[in-house]
């Protein structure tokens, strides 16, 4: 049967006894529709919930969604999910890449890779034209992932996409990044999973076949539609580093977005691009009083060693914390930490953490554990510099923006692509953080967008709690299809686009050109609910105890939001009853109110409001008997 906007088949290779089979994706599609979605599937179906994250059965999927290959929609992406260690706990995690990779390994034929087993020495698997070979990767081990991949390009050709892990994946570090051409990282510590796979590499070769849409003519005009609501030049880049960055969106990506690269070393270029370019620029400008692109030394670092750049950050910070409060010392830690800021500090910090030596093996294991380490003081100060369990950076706070209280509390990492559903509106409100309230998007504006994707104008009012609960159920919906499809978070959903609201319909429409499976928004958030409940079901299977651990770290609660304290928002603003301004400066997440709001959740989710648990009828409404039928026997469902 012919799929349309599928390669049509899943890979999966077994790294302990060689074994190369396939799946038709026809299995998958219809129920979970691409990238995050087929890989919870396929995780489900694949991984014992007792395996741990470095056991031969756990699995690393690799998965691309229907508008990858479709160029100009934002949608060349794809997800990488597994089990890893990146938390307090071992748990299913995931991460979202873009570039070529994804669409590469949809053209050789493959909508996904699921790998499981161990190699007993470093290998790569080369992917060309349907065919899949283990190869010894020996000579890789300990290169920084730039080298792997000039090293690959010599030997395979310079047409091919290469996906790797650095020398912090191979030293199974707690948050190790994968990494694949053109700066493009994946976080959630999976990276350490395909080390403890040795599996260094997975190099997919070009190929000329592409998918093929149900109704080209239809996706051609939503293009032009898509583009049309971007006049160019309508984003100043907040990347852009002027003399060194120019900017270069990522390959079929066809909208952009103020995305940077520049080149150093000649043919190499490196990306400026969100949080990752600017991590370490506080620092930068505390040491030398200004910001010339030095910050990007901390992001090429971060890149070539394969480390998450959203831990470092907090790490940084507490660290700095640490030293100016008497708790570590240069002698104790082996680190210069008088030059906080200075190009000596990042390299020698980074190389430290990347080969765990000395202090770096504390640190390898995330700020959190850390801080225990160096003892009660040092974990008092965490409050100011974590945001989650995996010692994840702040900067979607709670106690600003309630409404990210449930998706933090309920989702196994930091769920940026869920929190920017959020933030977003209020950045647009706040002027992208400028401070100053409505301008550009008003009141009314912010009303009417939240009244079309948050379920009701209500919840554009941070004085109450109403509203809140079905805003975090819609965004999470909406973002499990995003991350399925799978299209970019910096681009989707379109809320706001110049002149006020965006179009919430543009998804379905995109998918039902492509797939021919005509489907409305309705119906496809109906798909996003259904992934949502199957990852809540990988969650409990492992051990996620449902109400009880759906928590947010304590401090929230305890601890008032202070002035300054969101970089973004310093006076901690958001609009109010009737539009007033209010500031959240000086707030706490109202351990009654979350409750409430919990409660609220799990009765708009259909979930158990005690427990927390699913119940059969809400899974089998989604068409999720045979998941339902898996958690009953293990007493998981209500
Ligand atoms: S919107 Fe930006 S980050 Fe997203 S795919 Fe396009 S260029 Fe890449």
């Known amino acids: 049967m012919t799929l349309s906007g599928y390669a049509g088949n899943i890979l999966k290779i077994n790294l302990s006894d060689g074994d190369v089979s396939k799946v038709p994706t026809a299995e998958y599609a219809d129920r979970f529709l691409g990238g995050h979605g087929i890989a919870a599937k396929l995780y489900w179906d694949m991984v014992p919930p007792q395996a741990k994250a470095f056991d031969a059965e756990n699995c690393l999927i690799y998965a691309s969604g229907p508008v990858t290959g479709f160029p100009r929609f934002a949608g060349f992406r794809w997800k990488t999910c597994g089990k890893s260690i990146a938390g307090d706990r071992e748990s299913f995690n995931y991460c979202n890449l873009g570039d070529k990779w994804g669409a590469f390994l949809k053209f050789a034929g493959y909508d996904a890779l699921a790998v499981r087993g161990k190699a007993d020495k470093p290998v790569s698997i080369f992917i060309n034209n349907g065919t899949a070979e283990i190869k010894d990767a020996s000579n890789l ?16 050709g310079k047409d091919t996409s290469i996906l790797t892990i650095g020398p912090a994946g191979d030293k199974l570090l707690t948050y190790a990044t994968v990494y694949a051409d053109e700066g493009a990282s994946g976080s959630g510590g999976l990276a350490a999973v395909m080390g403890s796979k040795n599996l260094k590499a997975i190099i997919v070769a070009a190929s000329s076949n592409r998918p093929q849409a149900a109704h080209p003519q239809r996706l051609q005009k939503l293009a032009d539609e898509i583009r049309d609501m971007r006049p160019p030049g309508d984003m100043p880049s907040m990347w852009e580093i002027p003399g060194l960055t120019r900017e270069h969106a990522c390959y079929g990506c066809g909208i952009g977005c103020g995305r940077q690269v520049y080149s150093l070393n000649g043919d190499r270029h490196y990306k400026s691009l969100c949080q990752a370019s600017i991590f370490y620029s506080w620092a930068v400008m505390k040491y030398t009083g200004k910001t010339d692109g030095a910050q990007l030394l901390a992001t090429r670092l971060c890149d070539g060693y394969g480390i998450d750049t959203a831990v470092m950050h907090g790490m940084i910070e507490w660290i700095n914390a640490c030293q100016e409060a008497g708790l570590i010392t240069e002698k104790q830690t082996g680190l210069p930490l008088k030059e906080i800021g200075s190009p000596e500090f990042i390299e020698k910090l980074m190389g430290m953490i990347a080969r765990r030596e000395g202090f770096g093996d504390v640190l390898a294991r995330g700020t959190i554990a850390a801080a225990r ?26 106690r600003l923006m309630i409404t990210t209280s449930l998706l933090y509390a309920t989702e196994p990492r930091r769920p940026i692509q869920q929190l920017h559903g959020i933030c977003s509106l209020v950045m647009a409100w706040l002027e992208m953080g400028g401070g100053k309230p409505g301008e550009f998007f008003t009141i009314e504006d912010f009303r009417k967008t939240a009244e079309k994707f948050w379920g009701g104008a209500i919840a554009a009012d941070f004085s109450t709690l109403e509203g809140k609960p079905l805003a975090a159920k819609i965004i999470q919906d909406r973002a499990f299809v995003k991350e399925s499809l799978v299209l970019c978070d910096l681009r989707w959903p379109a809320m706001v686009i110049p002149g006020g609201t965006g179009d919430s319909t543009l998804e379905s429409r995109i998918y039902s050109a492509i797939t021919g499976q ?36 304590d401090y929230y609660h305890t601890v008032p939001l202070e002035k300054a304290e969101i970089f973004w928002n310093i006076d901690g603003l958001v609009p109010g009853k009737d539009g007033e301004i209010i500031s959240k400066v000086g707030t706490v997440v109202d351990r009654d109110d979350f409750e409430k709001l919990k409660d609220e959740y799990y009765e708009l989710r259909g979930w158990d409001v005690a427990s927390g648990l699913p119940t059969e009828a809400k899974l089998a409404e989604l068409g999720l008997q045979d998941i339902a039928g898996d958690l009953k026997g293990r007493g998981l469902v209500k």
């Open 141 to 156: 081990r300990g290169k920084l992932t730039f080298d792997i991949i000039d090293t690959l390009k010599e030997e395979y």
């Open 373 to 398: 380490e160096i003892g009660a003081e040092a974990e008092k100060m965490l409050h100011s510099y974590i945001a989650t369990r995996s010692s994840e950076t702040k900067d979607y706070d709670p």
């Open 518 to 553: 005509e489907t409305d928004e309705k119906e496809l958030n109906k798909i996003g609910e259904r992934i949502c409940n199957l990852q809540r079901a990988i969650l409990l299977r492992q051990g996620w105890r449902g109400r009880q651990d759906d928590q947010l770290l």
